[in-house]
Structures are given as structure tokens and as C-alpha cells.
């Protein structure tokens, strides 16, 4: 069946970038989401990439797209300490139009 | 616009009671998605609703029933609540009229715990 993985844990210094990968085994998606998580919150949308792409600019946020690959990253330029979350990789499956989530990146920002 | 309304935010229930969650769609959404969270299983589809008939439905018992309304609300039941429901119920409205194009916008979600 479909599947997505990430690693489950990363830790920068405030100003490094952070660099949160996801791999996935669909080979029919449409769309590959990020989604951040704050604790006590829902899932606030970061970014899309079509699943045609292979990079993604948005801001301080830069998703890339192997698909050959079927692995997707997301980069995070100066990381803040207001970055510090769980950092969802969601594949939107073209087969059943049902989104598939990663087990989250639980990303550390230090001072 | 406003965002996706969940409510209650925080439930308790008993084993053996019934609970019912609603959610409200970004204005002008039609697709209304659930999903379950929890720490060990992570985030889990259950079903996902468009212009009041369910599109698609993930692999959970019978005891999670939902159903969505003209004005595109939706509400999500449990029946004979078991331990392994509490959870975070999130609610997502969806922009699109395909499921295989369709990006969910989330809502704050239901802490739900079974006691």
C-alpha cells in the first residue's frame, strides 16, 4: 500500500537552515503537502509542490522533488525559534484521493 | 475567510457512551475531510464527505459513522466509545471538486478522551 516515511527527529541552531526529508512509495500522486503542527494545535498548511515539479520557493521555505526518487524535502532557511514543531510530509494519492501522512519530523530549534 | 471550526475542542467520555463532533468548512468548501491522531498509529483517514455523500472512507469500524449537510457542515459520530478512541479529531475543507486534487486546509481539531 502507499506509504510515507521521515525521519523522526532534527535539531539546528537558530539562524542554521533545516533540511526535514520524506520519501514515499505512490506512484500516483497528484500533490505532496507539508504541514506544521504546534503543540496543542491542528495542522496549519506550509506548502505544496504538484506532484510534475521538482522545486518549490515560497518565502524562507523551499520544497524540492525527486521523483525518480519519490523523495521530497523541505527546506527552511534562518530557522527561528517560533520554528520549532512537528513538520508533516502528506502524499495526496491520485489512485484513492486520500492523503497519506509521515509519522512527522519533530523539529528542535536552539537559541 | 474564516478558518475550519471544530467543536467541542476538548470532550471526556465514558466507555460505552456515544460522542458526536461538528465541523465547519472554510466558506465555500464543499469536501469535508476527518482523520484521526494519535500517538501511536499517527494520523489515520476516516472518511471524507462532498456535497452531503461520502467520497471515500479509510479503514475503521463501524462504530465511526459520519454525515455532512446543505451547507456543507459536517459532524463525525462514535458509538460505544472504546479506550483506544481518544484522540485528536481533525477536521480538513477542502477547495476542489476532485478528491485526487483537492488540498485540505485543517481545523484546530477535538481532544477527544475515553476514560
Same mark, same amino acid.
Given at each position: 500500500g502507499e506509504d510515507v516515511e521521515q525521519s523522526l527527529f532534527l535539531s539546528v541552531r537558530e539562524g542554521d537552515s533545516s533540511v526535514i526529508n520524506c520519501t514515499y512509495t505512490?506512484?500516483?500522486?497528484?500533490y505532496l503537502y507539508w504541514y506544521k503542527q504546534e503543540p496543542g494545535a491542528g495542522l496549519q498548511l506550509l506548502t505544496y509542490i504538484f506532484s510534475n515539479m521538482d522545486m518549490k520557493q515560497d518565502q524562507r521555505l523551499t520544497v524540492l522533488l525527486n521523483k525518480k526518487d519519490k523523495h521530497l524535502s523541505l527546506r527552511i532557511a534562518?530557522?527561528?525559534?517560533?520554528?520549532?514543531a512537528i513538520y508533516f510530509c502528506a502524499d495526496l494519492s491520485g489512485n484513492t484521493g486520500k492523503l497519506i501522512f509521515g509519522q512527522g519530523t519533530t523539529l528542535q530549534v536552539k537559541p | 475567510k474564516a478558518g475550519v471550526t471544530q467543536t467541542p475542542r476538548y470532550l471526556i467520555k465514558t466507555r460505552g457512551q456515544q460522542v458526536t463532533l461538528s465541523c465547519s468548512p472554510i466558506s465555500g468548501h464543499r469536501s469535508v475531510s476527518w482523520y484521526q491522531q494519535t500517538p501511536g498509529q499517527g494520523l489515520q483517514f476516516l472518511f471524507e464527505y462532498f456535497s452531503e455523500t461520502q467520497r471515500n472512507k479509510g479503514?475503521?469500524? /463501524?462504530?465511526f459513522s459520519g454525515r455532512q449537510f446543505s451547507n456543507s457542515r459536517s459532524e463525525m459520530n462514535v458509538s460505544?466509545?472504546?479506550? /483506544?478512541?481518544s484522540a485528536l479529531y481533525l477536521c480538513a475543507s477542502g477547495d476542489g471538486a476532485q478528491s485526487r486534487t483537492d488540498t485540505q486546509y485543517f481545523g484546530p481539531g477535538t481532544r477527544l478522551t475515553v476514560l
Open positions: 505512490d506512484s500516483s500522486s497528484t534562518d530557522t527561528q525559534t517560533g520554528d520549532s | 479503514n475503521f469500524p /463501524g462504530r460505544t466509545l472504546e479506550l /483506544g478512541d
